[in-house]
């Protein structure tokens, strides 16, 4: 009746499938059930609704939910079947000549309590976390991935091309983030930004000016702002831009499926000499981190170099935020989600590997000022970190 | 530093409280932890990040990860401490005169299983669901609240109201409803819309024309749409609207926090016949339902009642989806979440209460024309449903 669109091909999914049963061997996992809406659509190609079982060896089975033919055109996967209901699948997997698993992997980092609970009690078995192998596997890109981030990213450039035309003193932030986020969508943004930590969302991004960008939120972000609702207090607000406030805008293009974040800082009209001290002390820092972060490098160890660099130059207690505020990490990886493997940040002991990609993000909190300091994308190479962004890092003066 | 807004008022928020401490009571349980960031909103009036202890007598405590000064700020509760580690919540809980809990009640239908095992094992006894009793203090509305929602839903009328200008055929639709989208944010809009359910994500709201508007997805909602990304497939898409077609505007204005649902089809032109007829069927049922919907009436005998109202119009088939498509479901509670109780939808046992506040939205699929119907939110009163908006029902001409 439709056409859909297919999703990735076979060869982008068999590969990935292949990845997790070799670290579900390694684990001496007889299988994992994949759940969660992003983990879905990675591993089978397809964003429907349902319960997707691979196990240890042998071939994936799909079962969907909602929206099955959808799911159908979409997925390069094999073996799909249409199932109303969670109670059914171990029947369906036996009937698909499947033995039911002693250990089980599930997204447990995701996964609500009560389905944990009633997947332990279908299947009977222990049910085990495999998040973790599933975001390691997630952190390295394919080509084809790369491909669509460095498109996400030139469109990131785009709306960045476009910002000086809707920033002017007098117009409020959230009437501005209004008309960034039409052109936008209008270049063909999703919308929806998917973050995997609990409690964690993010609408676009933050559009924040003068002083107000230095209130800090409920996000784990260095920045946060006032946002337009006591329920989602982050982001643009009601406060006008003026003259001689600095206008952060930190948004994310997020493009069939793929993420860039993106962050430049705009004038209008001069600045503070801090700010842009600032601001320059940031781009030496990532300069510095991109010959840091080569293949190998630990994670930790980057963070502290970066920490030790915006130290030197006099922001040790602003780097990142203030005081306490203070944000652990100073870049993400992203893809299709936001906060994805790997964390540049406090002890942590992952290793980068080529490929993976990071938002890097140094920046300063300067309260009464606002914020200074960079966001890139960047792909791992064995030279170091190569920006997936075009658009000039310096602060850019809008013109009256 | 910064000047922050407070939230809700103590007499708004503390009898919350206490409708939580009954349930408490009357369930056996010696306290709840609230962790979720919609509950901790409204049972604290912040939503900064942390965890919220409600013993089932005495006094609230409320634990703050991030930002502590933003939620002093914003919340009426009398205890607040700073806390970074939950490791910590049962010394500090000590450390406040409380006895530590023998059953703890946490929010399990969202709560994280990784995180659920760890409280499990921080307080050593036993964890159980009280996110029921939550979603049912939470059903009934304040005046507090029934205020913001007028408020929410005159701004969706607004927006209702500039749609025409919008709307003209040779337009992609993901160009509209970026369009839609600025004028909603310079009024206010929030941007994020929360929902509940595990794996349930809306962007604005569904923008669908013509054919495409009948693609089905993985969404929990008798419509879907191909949308802009394979990843989340729903909404908008890059089809251009046609002269002849259907739109259908079906936004959430979320204001404050709280949400309008609103739904109303535009003609670009004349309509096929069977859109126009299907159209007031729907408004008919709207109608009916609205003096069904009283006080103690069954939530699952009001869903039956409407299934066959529309099957004696001859929509039997095609009421909120085609065959195996249909949603369950013909209306939901709105607030804080999308996806609020009650639930007007199959076998739900649930009596309506007085100033429950619901999203009724009869719809009908047509494959190859589009989508006929309605949506209103509406506020449960004595006499039946009073809807919260006045922008007019009917299929509304877009002039050239």
Known sequence: MHNYTAGPPAEEIL?????LQSALQKADFDAALIVQNTDLYYFSGTSQQG?????????????????????????????????????KIPGTLE??????????????DVLPANLYLQFSSIFGCSVDDISLSIRLIRAVKSPFEIERMRFAAALADKVAARVPEIL??????????????????????????????????????????????????????????????????????????ERGEMVLVDYVFAHNGYICDHARIFALGDLPAELYKAHDAMLVIQEKTASWAVPGAVCGDIYQRMLDAAAECGYGDTFMGVGERKIRFTGHGVGLELDEFPFIAQNQKLELAEN?????????????????????????????????????????????
Chains 1, 2 share one sequence.
Do not use: C
Request: charged share 20%; glycine share 12%.
């Open 356 to 400: 993976m990609i990071i938002a890097l993000e140094p920046k300063v909190i300067l309260p009464g000022l606002g914020v200074a300091g960079i966001e890139n994308t960047q792909l791992v190479t064995a030279a170091g970190l190569q920006s997936l962004s075009r658009f000039a890092d310096a602060i850019h003066t809008v013109s009256d």
């Open 168 to 241: 002017e003193p007098g117009k409020a932030e959230i009437t501005a983030a209004g008309e960034i986020e039409a052109y936008a969508r209008s270049l063909g943004h999703q919308g929806i930004v998917r973050m995997r930590l609990f409690g964690g969302e993010l609408f676009y991004g933050h559009l924040l000016s003068g002083a107000a960008a230095a209130v800090p939120s409920y996000l784990a972000s260095p920045t946060g702002g006032e946002g337009a609702s006591e329920l989602t207090g982050q982001g643009a607000g009601f406060k006008k831009m």
């Open 51 to 87: 319960w997707l079982y691979i196990p240890a060896e042998g071939e994936a089975l799909l079962m969907v939910y909602k929206e099955f033919e959808r799911a159908r055109a979409e997925s390069p996967l094999e073996q799909i079947v249409s199932l109303v209901s969670p109670k």
């Open 95 to 108: 009937d698909y000549g499947h033995r039911l698993p002693g250990k089980l992997g599930m997204e447990l």
């Open 15 to 19: 590969p990935r499938v292949a990845r």
